[in-house]
């Protein structure tokens, strides 16, 4: 039978070295050399790099004042995870299987000294056999990261970015540089005497008017040939359907598991969310299990219609959940943390919950990111949040084009099937994008399914998740943006924009929605200060005032977020105080997100949506678009929209 052991509980060691010095090492324990430019420390892990050298003194809090700046020498070394796999954990004649669910981004694997593999990417798992390299007792891990890629942050080209690493990281106009190195998702050793379940993936198909439901699990096994593979479903602990199967039809086949009644799967504030446990076992001939590995599941129906009043080629913005229209309402979701190696079930748990309570029911998780921990997809399954995932990419600003040579090709197909067969089975996720603002030029065209790439992540979308609906891009359609000129033309489909209220909230903000003829808003927003709390407890050095871009800290994340101008327009003098600013800035993000939010709501169902740019600060700006601040809680703005969220009418 199968052991999992958890190195999470293990006691790691974080060493940092002038790049390649510790090749030249010929201690078992590169955590006890001497020639260690940084000599070893207490390592998290899961955790970032960073996390653990704050935690021991060598780099400040990046999140205070300019420190970040302080941070930057990190990507500039390697870096080794080290610890021991116990003694008793080692048993002669069995497999011995490293699975890494994420690391941050390339470097090697050792063993007692010896190379293992080595690795590269962030946003897939890594599988490592160790079995060769084990010695009965005395085994030491090492996991060595190598140098970041120098640059994939928010200005360039990403016809060039195909290094396969969050972006976000290196600076985006909400967040500082602070290019995380580590082991970012779980971490565990697989003990088996090579029977056992190698893969499972699985996702659901409902007929809602009849509540029936059906389960499609596929995936393979390694097993003797008079062993059986069983799948169970089950509600509360009740089993409610099984079926089993030999091992080589599932191999071949998988399993299809037919059920009725089923209990329905709503967003929030639609209805219930009741889920179910699925169980895959693998049974060798007399019945007993030899592995076992299971998933959380839920039954809906999805379907897209068009806006109503939309031209007939448009594409499908109204969400039908079980045959009922839902207007798409909630945020963008970007990264709680730069450091998401770090974050615990309670950091997504506070948000996720705070997003319920104010009415959401849909993300657009960014694609300048990476996959969500299974936590995220997880609470979103329990609370009603509907999920639209993006794979990683994302514009540039001075061309928005994905690569086009089969290499990066290739390798963002990989992405994207182990995207797919990671995260199908969760009945939050709605539909797959390719990904963020992709433009075929600087006028705002979006991309479509004549580029390789964006055409390849649909084929493997299609193959392997064919209930689900794939969009090339957000925005998407003739125009990436809302012009006015052109309303009543068919023009304007998913559009992204404005972020921001450059004249007069009356009449110029108010006309301008006024005139909105847009099938959905997969991007709006407008920006707000944090509170006076968090920008005077993040300062540090410097001082708050006064609120424009001459003051380093109000022009961390560019000046665009800036607004004293325009409250010296509408106040007649300069802002005498933070508290005076920050208030005016609260009232006028929360005066514009209600118009916005009301405008769209109010046009259901010729308009499918509106998903605000952006969600929560993943950085405490001192002033951003975000509706939910640095500490997880709502500013002004997410307490205005509630009663527009709430109102289903």
Not at 108 to 128: A, I, M, Q, W
Not at 422 to 441: D, K, V
Not at 620 to 640: E, R, Y
């Amino acid at each position: 039978m199968k052991k999992t052991y958890d190195l999470s509980q293990l006691d790691w060691k974080l060493s940092g070295w002038v790049p390649e010095l510790w090749r030249a090492n010929t201690d078992q324990l590169i955590s006890e050399s001497d020639s260690a430019e940084i000599a070893a420390i207490p390592a998290k892990v899961p955790g970032s790099v960073q996390y653990s050298l704050r935690e021991a003194g060598v780099i400040p809090d990046w999140n205070i004042g300019l420190n970040y700046r302080l941070c930057e020498w990190v990507e500039n070394r390697h870096w080794i995870y080290e610890t021991q796999i116990p003694d008793a954990w080692v048993e002669p004649g069995k497999t011995f299987i490293l699975n890494c669910g994420g690391l941050d981004y390339c470097g090697e694997v050792y063993l007692n000294g010896k190379l293992v593999s080595d690795f590269c990417g962030t946003h897939v798992p890594h599988v490592f056999d160790l079995t060769e390299q084990l010695e009965p007792s005395g085994n030491v891990l090492r996991i060595f990261f190598d140098l970041s890629p120098r640059w994939l942050g928010q200005f360039g080209c990403t016809s060039k970015m195909d290094k396969w690493k969050p972006r976000f990281n290196y600076f985006w106009d909400w967040t500082a540089r602070l290019v995380q190195i580590g082991i970012w998702d779980a971490i565990s050793l697989e003990v088996t005497d090579g029977k056992k379940i190698d893969s499972f993936r699985c996702w659901t198909e409902t007929d809602a008017a009849a509540a029936k439901g059906k389960v499609v699990a596929l995936g393979k096994v390694t097993a003797c040939s008079c062993a059986t593979v069983k799948l169970t479903l089950s509600k509360g602990g009740k089993a409610v359907a099984e079926k089993s199967v030999p091992a080589a039809s599932f191999n071949e086949a998988g399993i299809t598991l037919d059920t009725s009644p089923v209990e329905l799967w709503w967003p929030n504030l639609a209805g219930s969310q009741p889920l179910y446990e699925l169980k895959l076992q693998l049974l060798d001939g007399s019945g007993k299990e030899i592995d076992s590995t299971g998933k959380r599941v839920g039954f809906r129906e999805i379907r897209w219609e068009q806006c109503e009043g939309s031209c007939p080629d448009s594409d499908p913005w109204i969400c039908v959940v079980n045959g009922k229209k839902v207007f798409m309402q909630g945020a963008n979701w970007t990264p709680i943390r730069p450091n998401f190696a770090d974050l615990t079930e309670a950091d997504y748990r506070k948000r996720l919950e705070l997003y319920k309570d104010l009415g959401a029911n849909t993300f657009r998780v960014w694609g300048g990111a990476s996959l969500e921990k299974e936590w995220f997809y997880d609470i979103c399954d329990e609370l009603g949040l509907m999920v639209w995932q993006e794979f990683p990419l994302s514009s540039s600003t001075m061309d928005c084009i994905p690569p086009k040579d089969e290499k990066s090709i290739s390798e963002m197909a990989e992405i994207g099937k182990s995207y797919v067969e990671r995260r199908q089975h969760h009945p939050s996720l709605i539909i797959w994008c390719g990904g963020n603002e992709l433009l075929n030029s600087k006028e705002w065209v979006t991309a479509d399914m004549s580029h390789p790439m964006i055409a390849r992540l649909g084929k493997v979308v299609e193959e392997f998740d064919p209930t689900r609906r794939y969009t090339p891009t957000s925005p998407s359609g003739p125009r990436a943006g809302f012009d006015a000129a052109n309303a009543g033309k068919g023009l304007h489909w998913d559009i992204h924009g404005p972020w921001k209220c450059e004249s007069d909230i009356e009449p110029e903000w108010l006309d301008y929605w006024t005139s909105d003829d847009s099938l959905l808003r997969s991007e709006t927003g407008s920006p707000g200060a944090s509170s006076a709390e968090i920008i005077r407890s993040t300062v540090g050095d410097y001082d708050v005032m006064p609120p424009v871009a001459t003051n380093p800290i109000w022009r961390r994340h560019l000046d665009w977020w800036i607004e004293e101008k325009q409250f010296v327009k509408e106040k007649g003098h300069k802002p005498e105080t933070l508290e005076e600013y920050v208030e005016w800035s609260q009232a006028r993000q929360a005066k514009c997100l209600t118009i916005a939010l009301m405008s769209a709501k109010i046009r259901f169902p010729r308009c499918g949506g509106m998903i605000f740019w952006m969600g929560h600060d993943c950085f405490p700006c001192a002033a951003n678009t975000s509706i939910i601040d640095f500490n997880g809680d709502p500013k002004p703005a997410a307490l205005a929209i509630k009663s527009i969220w709430h109102n289903n009418s």
